[in-house]
Structures are given as structure tokens and as C-alpha cells.
């Protein structure tokens, strides 16, 4: 009965979201791996195309690539920590799905690189057990949605075990791979599995985002005692930048990314080169936000939340998360008890449509934040403008 209920308003959804698509859709471009992509609104008849995509490539030659500073943690620690070691499909000779571990397995052997069948409640368990036993396994996934596989041994064992043996056994195990909505991957690859994770007792949960923290914040998680879901971006390993050698990042810090005064976006992951292309527009047009970058999607930072909040007293979330029982939904009601009488507004979230991803390109683009959206929220935030329609 409930698929049945269903059904209709995805297709309404369907209906309007092509409605809403420009006729003039421009196809991406054929690439190796993944693109640094923002999604960039297509003027096309003094209209906005909500869902057509503009690539923006990294044009420096400098810095590395996002998974390259990935591989360069996962090198750095493995190197200084022989108990340090990797478990997952294709994670040894093919380098990992998204080249993390590219020829680690030259270097460290194919038992600190453990290539494994393709039974995510299995490998994901093993690691668990080897974490029990004073190794430190990084566990891949070679999409986030597979994890679903994996719930029980996530739930039940990563997050409980140190609770439920008394203290007798640490798990200090890093779990890893992409997610988020890619390019045309179809519902079952584009899943987005934070709030499923965050309701799960004893298991931290980080979002990294830039070629930086990316590396330094692996890093620390690979060194936590604490079990770890690590989530990457999909569409975020060709991003460049620079490293800081020797760096550790904490995992609880929130990152400042733009100091303002008119009002704090709350963002993660790719969301944060969402919000920072609306705020080139929103700059011109004299607004002046404050952008922060959660990181920790569990615990959250509430002090660096909380400093923001009471300067510009109004709050934006941008997410990628659905909206229904998302991170967004957690952290608005952690706002509203902890912070209500610093509010001037109420909060706002932006977050992606409660409907499956859609494998058709424009669709796919309808049903996650652009960035017209939160320059319109803030506009009707900080100036009382009138929703984008």
C-alpha cells in the first residue's frame, strides 16, 4: 500500500522537475574517475534551468587531487603503523574503485591489502574482528550504498561492542568510500547513507570535503580509537589543492570557511561548493553569510554552531541528505532547543527530495540543492525576498 501511495507523487515530482528543464541540455563530458563538478544553474530564455550542469575543472597544475591525499594518508599510516592495514573489494592490485590505494599493494602485500569477495556484511564483519584484536583496518566501500549490507555488523558490533564487552575491546576501525549523488548513477549509487549511520550509538561520523582536511582528517580517524564512518563525495576526488605535511585535523571541528554577519549556512561535503557559488552572487548583490562546513556530522560542533548563530541570529542548512530524518533534520532540532531564543528567524533547510534519485540527467539535478536555491533563502532570510518558485 505504501509503494502504491508512493508512486504517485514521484511521478508528480517526475512531471514537474521536467517541466522546470531546460530544453537546450547540455550532456557532461566524458572524464576519467570523477570531476571536481559544481552544478551551475543555464540561463536559457531569462529563465533559470534548475537542472542543467556547468563542469568547473580545476585549471591550477599545482597541488594534488583529492584522492591522491587520500592515498597519501592511507601510505603515511600504513607506513608508521604495521597493524595499520586495508580490507575491500578490489582495494589491493586494481588500487580501490577510486584509485585510494593505488599500488599500496607493491609496497605494503596483499595481506595488508586485502582484496575480498563481493559480501559487504562479510569483509566489513572481519574488519570489525581485527579491530577487536589490535589492528586498525580501513574499510572500503566501493560505494556507500552497499553499506546497507553491512548495517547489522555497523550497528550491532562496530558501535556496540566497546559498550557491551565492558570496555574489554576497542574498535578502532575506519570505514570509507564515495557516496552522494553522482552523474547519472542510477537510485541505488547515488544513496545517501549519513542519516541512516547517525542514529547508530557508539560510531562517529566525518565528511571531508577539500584536498586539506580530506587528508589530514583520514588521518586522524585511521588514528581513533573510535569506530568511523568516513564519507567522500563521489564527485569530489578531482578536486585540487594543497596538503599540510604532518597535519592531523580533529574530527569533532567544525571548519570556518567565510566569516559574515548577516546569517550562518550550515553545509558538508559538496554542499560546501554549492553554498560557495551562491555566495558569489550573493556578495555582488551586498549579503555578507557566514559559511560553515560541519565535518562532523556526529558529534556536531555545536561550539563553532553555536559562535556563528549568536552573531548573525539566523540560520541556513544546506544538505544533500533527504529531508525527511536527514542531518539536517537532527541538527535544526538541536538549534531550535539549544538556541531558539537566539534566533531571529526561523531555521531553514535546504535538503534533496524525498524521491530516488533519477538515472535521467536533468531529473537527477532536480531533486538536489542548486545554488539559485540558497541564494533565494537567503535572500528571504536577510531581506525578506520572496521565494524562488
Not at 570523477?34 to 551551475?40: A, E, I, V, Y
Not at 602485500?109 to 577487536?132: H, K, Q, S, Y
Not at 562532523?296 to 542548512?317: A, H, N, Q
Not at 539535478?365 to 533565494?376: D, K, L, M, S
Request: hydrophobic share 40%; net charge negative; glycine share 8%.
Amino acid at each position: 500500500m505504501l509503494q502504491l501511495q508512493l508512486a504517485p507523487a514521484c511521478a508528480a515530482f517526475a512531471a514537474e522537475a521536467i517541466s522546470r528543464a531546460s530544453l537546450n541540455t547540455r550532456r557532461l563530458p566524458s572524464t576519467s574517475v570523477s570531476l571536481p563538478l559544481t552544478r551551475q544553474p543555464l540561463r536559457h530564455a531569462g529563465k533559470t534551468s534548475r537542472g542543467s550542469l556547468q563542469v568547473t575543472a580545476a585549471k591550477d597544475k599545482k597541488g594534488k587531487l583529492m584522492w591522491e591525499a587520500l592515498r597519501e594518508a592511507v601510505d603515511e599510516e600504513m607506513e608508521k603503523d604495521p597493524n595499520v592495514c586495508v580490507i575491500g573489494e578490489d582495494v589491493g592490485h586494481y588500487g580501490g574503485s577510486y584509485k585510494v590505494t593505488y599500488d599500496l599493494h607493491k609496497k605494503y602485500g596483499d595481506f595488508r591489502l586485502l582484496d575480498t569477495p563481493i559480501c559487504e556484511n562479510g569483509f566489513v564483519g572481519m574488519g570489525i574482528g581485527a579491530a577487536m584484536t589490535g589492528l586498525r583496518p580501513v574499510i572500503e566501500g566501493m560505494n556507500m550504498g552497499f553499506l546497507l549490507l553491512a548495517y547489522n555488523q555497523i550497528s550491532n558490533n562496530a558501535g556496540m561492542l566497546h559498550y557491551t564487552s565492558g570496555g574489554q575491546f576497542k574498535v578502532p576501525v575506519v570505514i570509507r568510500g564515495p557516496g552522494g549523488v553522482g552523474r547519472q548513477l542510477g537510485a541505488e549509487h547515488s544513496q545517501r547513507l549519513e542519516s541512516y549511520f547517525q542514529s547508530i550509538p557508539g560510531v562517529q561520523l566525518v565528511a571531508c570535503s577539500t584536498v586539506a582536511n580530506s587528508k589530514a582528517l583520514l588521518k586522524s580517524a585511521i588514528r581513533s580509537d573510535n569506530p568511523i564512518i568516513f564519507f567522500e563525495h563521489v564527485l569530489l576526488y578531482n578536486v585540487k589543492g594543497e596538503t599540510q605535511e604532518g597535519y592531523y585535523q580533529p574530527l569533532e571541528k567544525a571548519e570556518l570557511v567565510r566569516e559574515g554577519g548577516d546569517v550562518t549556512i550550515l553545509c558538508y561535503s559538496r554542499m560546501r561548493y554549492v553554498v560557495m557559488q551562491a555566495v558569489q552572487s550573493l556578495e555582488k548583490q551586498g549579503f555578507d553569510p557566514e559559511v560553515v562546513d560541519l565535518i562532523s556530522l556526529k558529534p556536531f560542533d555545536l561550539e563553532t554552531i553555536t559562535k556563528s548563530i549568536k552573531k548573525t541570529r539566523k540560520c541556513i542548512i544546506v544538505e544533500e541528505c533527504m529531508k525527511t530524518g536527514g542531518i539536517g533534520a537532527s541538527l535544526s532540532a538541536v538549534i531550535n532547543e539549544s538556541l531558539f531564543n537566539e534566533l531571529d528567524h526561523e531555521v531553514v533547510r535546504l535538503s534533496s527530495q524525498d524521491v530516488p534519485t533519477a538515472y535521467a540527467f536533468e531529473l537527477e539535478a532536480a531533486t538536489i540543492v542548486q545554488p539559485e536555491e540558497v541564494e533565494a533563502a537567503v535572500q528571504r532570510v536577510v531581506a525578506g525576498a520572496p521565494v524562488l518558485a
